[in-house]
């Protein structure tokens, strides 16, 4: 963007060159559009472009705006008129003002014209979250341990929301630990006498809103479930398939002799004793109902007096990555996810059976979940209840776990906590036009050739009657 006037212009912006000073320049200025350009291969974008626009995203999404702001992957047809853009825009700095003016009424422009009608809101459209379960074994009233993690991907651009760690990590680690104990749960020796119950939540991204009606639907209006008895823990995984760092966030530290307490110890003893490149650290941070969005999916179930926490490579809820389209799949270290995985395992192994049990987790399995997820983006507002990321979540669930059910979660119509919009892909349609002032120097051309061309037929007309009157012969008088 090299142009000093954006007003009804529409500004084509790179990623590699994308600044938010500039992005605010053209919305004040009321530009016609503003088009960032992403590269195809996000892996090779530099960590600190990746990182600053990351951090540029969440000003975005809160700045209010009536300039259309489109997100387009990189191809041949897009950089050669963002090239040819850049350079008739740049070259007119070094012309004089005549000069200025005959490129400007020569140059090569584009109309950017979209396809589509106006965004509306959807109505009646449903958050879909799964559970399942493994039941114990050795009397009634067991205790039960949840795993809860939500599917859904966030960012500036819905259609370009991959979430590969926040949160295909999280999901991928859920599916395989499900796996684990159910392998454990089939054979009377290791048939534990706890309850496990895993919930794949939807809506994670907009103030956990699968987790909170599932919350309702459990312990409101019904008279048996697994929530109202003994929940000895509930375990949330959010980000975990990167770093040598590992977060267990409450919003109230456990007392000694809880069942919360006894996995915070045995996290910290198989970080000790197996993983000493792990840093291991409780986060304590109070629930505040006064904001708009909850930090952490654990202080859904925190609010209903539901002793929870949750685990995470990252130590504070505000950063970034959480929500961003940057968030894709090289940003998965499959090693780290099956370390992290095998960890989190073997401390909940020592929980369940009061002994040390290894397990065998596979990364095959976990990169292949994590490939699965991130070649598609999740974000709410694209995954229905007949989208095959749910149904395929449903599957490897109902492969492992008994009981797998759906739960449906949709806007109050009176004062609704979420609202979606159609219309997030449009196309778009480059044509190759002169500028007006090119029609209007055209004009005067045509007009000056006319008026040159009037002037020689007249003088022609008189030179004509001269000559023929000069060379006419005399005539003799008798």
Same mark, same amino acid.
């Given at each position: ?6 007003s ?11 600044s ?7 919305l ?49 047809? /897009? ?29 090569? #422009? ?13 109505n ?34 819905? @259609? ?11 999901v ?32 994670? %991204?907009?103030?956990?809103? #699968?987790?909170?009606? @599932? ?19 509930? +375990? ?15 919003? %109230? ?39 708009d969005?909850?930090? @952490? ?36 270290d499959?090693?780290? +996810? ?33 490939? @699965? /997820? ?10 229905d %209840? ?5 149904s ?47 029609? /209007? ?32 012969? %005399?005539?003799?008088?008798?």
């Amino acid at each position: 963007m090299a142009a000093e006037v954006l007003s009804r212009r529409c500004v084509i912006m790179r990623l590699a060159d994308f600044s938010y000073e500039e992005y605010q320049k053209a919305l004040r200025q009321s530009a016609g559009a503003v088009v960032i350009i992403l590269p195809k291969n996000m892996s090779a974008v530099p960590q600190d472009i990746v990182q600053q626009f990351m951090e540029l995203e969440p000003e975005m999404l809160a700045t209010e705006t009536i300039v259309p702001v489109y997100f387009a992957m990189e191809d041949d047809e /897009l950089l050669s008129i963002y090239t040819q853009t850049l350079t008739s825009s740049s070259s007119q700095g070094s012309l004089s003002a005549a000069e200025v003016l005959l490129h400007t009424a020569t140059a090569n #422009g584009f109309q950017m014209v979209t396809s589509g009608a106006q965004s509306k809101a959807i109505n009646d459209w449903a958050i879909t979250s799964l559970e399942g379960r493994l039941v114990g074994v050795g009397g009634e009233d067991l205790p039960t341990i949840v795993v809860v993690a939500h599917y859904d991907s966030f960012g500036v651009a819905p @259609w370009l929301s991959y979430g590969a760690d926040s949160n295909g990590s999280g999901v991928s680690m859920l599916l395989e630990l499900a796996r684990l104990f159910s392998k454990l749960y089939t054979y009377k020796r290791t048939h534990a006498g706890y309850n496990l119950l895993f919930f794949v939540s939807g809506g994670g %991204k907009f103030n956990y809103q #699968g987790t909170k009606r @599932w919350l309702e639907d459990n312990l409101d209006h019904t008279d048996s479930s697994l929530l109202q008895d003994n929940v000895a823990f509930v +375990l949330c995984l959010d980000t975990l398939g990167n770093g040598d760092s590992l977060h267990l966030h409450v919003s %109230k530290p456990p007392k000694e002799g809880t069942p919360q307490y006894s996995l915070l110890k045995e996290l910290e003893m198989v970080v000790a004793s197996q993983y000493p490149e792990v840093k291991f650290s409780m986060v304590h941070k109070k629930i505040n109902l006064a904001d708009d969005m909850l930090a @952490w999916e654990h202080e859904r179930f925190g609010i209903r007096r539901l002793p929870a926490f949750t685990l995470s490579h990252l130590p504070s809820h505000r950063l970034a990555q959480r929500s961003s389209i940057m968030d894709v799949r090289p940003h998965v270290d499959v090693k780290k +996810l099956g370390r992290n995985t095998k960890l989190v395992a073997e401390a909940l192994a020592r929980v369940i059976y009061n002994l040390t049990e290894k397990v065998n987790v596979q990364e095959e399995q976990l990169s292949a979940v994590v490939d @699965w /997820l991130t070649a598609q983006p999740r974000a709410a507002q694209l995954v229905d %209840k007949d989208s095959s990321v749910v149904s395929t979540l449903e599957y490897h669930l109902g492969h492992y776990l008994k009981d797998v059910k759906r739960h449906y979660v949709k806007a109050d119509k009176r004062d609704p906590e979420f609202v979606f919009y159609d219309q997030l892909k449009q196309t778009m349609n480059a044509y190759r036009v002169k500028p007006a002032i090119f029609d /209007l120097l055209l004009a005067v051309c045509i007009a000056a050739y006319l008026g040159l061309m009037y002037l020689a037929i007249q003088n022609f007309g008189v030179l004509y009657s001269v000559v023929r009157r000069i060379t006419q012969p %005399k005539t003799k008088t008798h």
